[in-house]
């Protein structure tokens, strides 16, 4: 039972950690759900109809989810704000369908006959992927990806890509996702299109909202305390959604531009600003 | 048939049309995305069964109105209040999200995750008639009608009157509207309140044509009329009412020629390719201009 639960939880810290490194450059990507389906049904197709095994097939898994982000990802990572919303959303609907409406997957009925992940394998990938992002969080890269979040004028007049910035990290949350969905796929056995809806992935960004942007641990704690709680308490199992509601609402109200406003670590204490 | 399926469609495309020009005016006014929205529009259902159990349907269709209103400003009030500034956009979004979060749990802890069956229909409504060998229900006419009654006295409330005026001054710019002593909050008020009225409204058109509400169909039609606003275009208020038209005669015809399960999917795939290549919708006269908001 607890190996379920924190099964779960490891597979939303993964999912919370892509829409983190999406967010990175400044957008908010509501496609983790589609790039989870992409990553499930290509690793899910790899291992039953192919026989690879399951580390091979989940990288492949991973490759494909970020493949898929690349070509859309292209013409739509310009747009901004709202229009971005609309085609991320949008994006997770057209997945969902297509998937639904291809008999070689299983189409509404489901895909099965996955097996093989395990609590441990989980472990392993939110143990390798947070080591990354925490390099990654120490590297230069990260300073570009706040330079094109803060201004992409700016960004762009110091001879930073802005496009290619933006692609790379969309690119980098699908591969996140796809893994993810790639080992949840291999752990329920069996799963259907309806499992990865719009409503996933709105969770999934309010799970990033709800622990906070600032660092990786943001998102850890966001999913964790909305996948753990409910587990234990009755009440926050049965009034999940309301009270996963007000708290964002709390917390967006108390502190109105915080939270999607990143607190740089080299502007705020002076000390550690590195005179490079 | 075939002329019986668009009709159809028409139908189901004004319900469209309404609840995509609710999300169109808070965006056209205010720059807001509102995804309170489409629970406001699952709740006029349930507005709608409670007050058709007590009241004729001439008056429980003002009763929605008046209720989506309130929660209209209720949203307002508490998901958008504190956003006001063009950086806070996105909080604003996710704010009024969270509120529909909220919203659907307390409806279906009410009411269920079922559908729930609406009472008997006056006996004026449930008439057919006959249309070139297919039979149709007053209803549809009804539907139809108050659709265009709403539409007409929106268009003529933004056109003709002093609000509407000052609605349009603050879509123009919220800045120079206030230096010129409109109360911006006021206005922002009324926006609200009109265009979660239309929701509910919309939402108690469905609920009566289905002959039950739905505590799901939040996420799936409200978002598709979010679609919707997006082809015709983030703002403008012709290309929402056409827009909604439109996808509902395609979604019509996609059924005629036996595609029906790829329904779903069609509007997004236009919503993603207009957004790739023309990013400011269809029509491009609208409240406010593109520049101003990118």
Redesign the interface.
């Known amino acids: 039972m607890i190996a379920d639960h924190l099964f779960f939880a490891c597979i939303n810290i993964l999912l919370a950690w892509s829409v983190y490194v999406v967010l990175l450059s400044g957008n908010?990507s509501f496609a983790q759900g589609a790039f989870m389906a992409l990553g499930c049904y290509c690793a899910g197709v790899l291992t039953v109809k192919f026989n690879f095994s399951l580390f091979p097939a989940v990288l492949l898994a991973g490759g494909f989810s970020s493949l898929v982000a690349l070509a859309?990802g292209y013409?739509?990572v310009k747009?901004?704000?709202?229009?971005l919303?609309?085609?991320t959303?949008?994006?997770t609907?057209?997945v969902?369908?297509?998937l639904?409406?291809f008999k070689f997957i299983g189409g509404v009925g489901g895909f099965g006959g996955m097996t093989g992940a395990d609590l441990s394998s989980v472990l392993i990938a939110v143990f390798i992927f947070g080591v990354l992002l925490y390099w990654f969080s120490r590297g230069s890269l990260q300073r570009v990806c706040d330079t094109v979040r803060e201004d992409e004028l700016v960004a762009a007049s110091l001879g930073i890509d802005v496009v290619a910035t933006k692609l790379l990290t969309f690119a980098v949350g699908a591969f996140i996702a796809g893994i993810a969905g790639a080992l949840y796929g291999h752990y329920m056995n069996f799963v259907r299109p309806e499992n990865f809806?719009?409503?996933l992935s709105?969770y999934v960004?309010?799970y990033v909202?709800l622990g906070g942007v600032n660092n990786m641990w943001g998102p850890v704690l966001g999913a964790l305390i909305m996948t753990l709680l409910p587990e234990y308490f009755r009440i926050l199992a049965e009034?999940?959604?309301?009270i996963?509601?007000?708290s964002?609402?709390l917390i967006?109200?108390v502190r109105?531009?915080g939270?999607?406003r990143f607190r740089l670590p080299t502007l705020k204490d002076k000390g550690s600003f590195p005179h490079e | 048939m075939f002329i019986g399926q668009v009709l159809n469609g028409l139908v189901n495309g004004a319900m469209y049309s309404l609840v995509a020009l609710g999300f169109t005016l808070i965006?056209g006014v205010l720059d807001k995305?509102n995804f309170t929205h489409p629970e406001i529009f699952m709740f006029g259902g349930f507005v709608g069964i409670v007050s058709m159990t007590y009241l004729p349907v001439p008056w429980a269709l003002i009763v929605s109105f008046l209720v989506g209103g309130t929660l209209g400003l209720i949203t307002e009030w508490?998901?958008f209040r504190?956003?006001k500034t063009s950086?806070?956009?996105?909080?604003a979004?996710?704010?009024s999200?969270?509120?529909?979060?909220?919203?659907?749990?307390?409806v279906q802890?009410y009411w269920g995750t079922e559908p729930v069956s609406l009472p008997a229909l006056p006996a004026w409504l449930e008439k057919n008639v006959l249309i070139a060998g297919v039979e149709f229900p007053y209803l549809n006419f009804f539907i139809l009608g108050v659709t265009c009654v709403l539409m007409i006295a929106l268009h003529s409330l933004i056109h003709k009157t002093r609000m509407g005026r000052h609605i349009r001054a603050v879509a123009e710019s919220p800045i120079n509207a206030s230096l010129l002593g409109i109360d911006v909050k006021r206005v922002s008020q009324v926006v609200f309140f009109i265009s979660s009225g239309l929701a509910a409204e919309a939402g108690f058109l469905l609920s009566l044509r289905s002959a039950s509400a739905n505590s799901e169909i939040g996420?799936t039609f409200g978002?598709k009329a979010?679609?919707i606003m997006?082809i015709g275009g983030?703002g403008d208020m012709r290309g929402a009412m056409l827009g909604g038209l439109l996808i509902g005669i395609i979604e019509a015809c996609l059924f005629v020629f036996g595609l029906g399960?790829?329904v779903?999917?069609t509007v997004?795939?236009v919503?993603?390719v207009t957004?790739?290549i023309k990013?400011s919708g269809l029509f491009s006269t609208r409240l406010r201009l593109m520049e101003a908001r990118?």
């Open positions: 908010l859309v013409p739509t747009l901004k704000g709202i229009y919303i609309l085609v959303l949008g994006l609907v057209c969902r369908v297509l639904e409406n809806d719009v409503l709105i960004v309010l909202v009034w999940r959604p309301s996963f509601g007000l964002i609402l967006l109200l109105p531009n939270i999607l | 965006i995305l508490i998901a504190r956003f950086d806070s956009k996105i909080t979004a996710l704010s999200m969270a509120l529909g979060l909220v919203f659907t749990d307390c802890k996420l978002l979010l679609a997006a983030l399960r790829w779903e999917m997004w795939v919503v993603i957004m790739m990013p990118a």
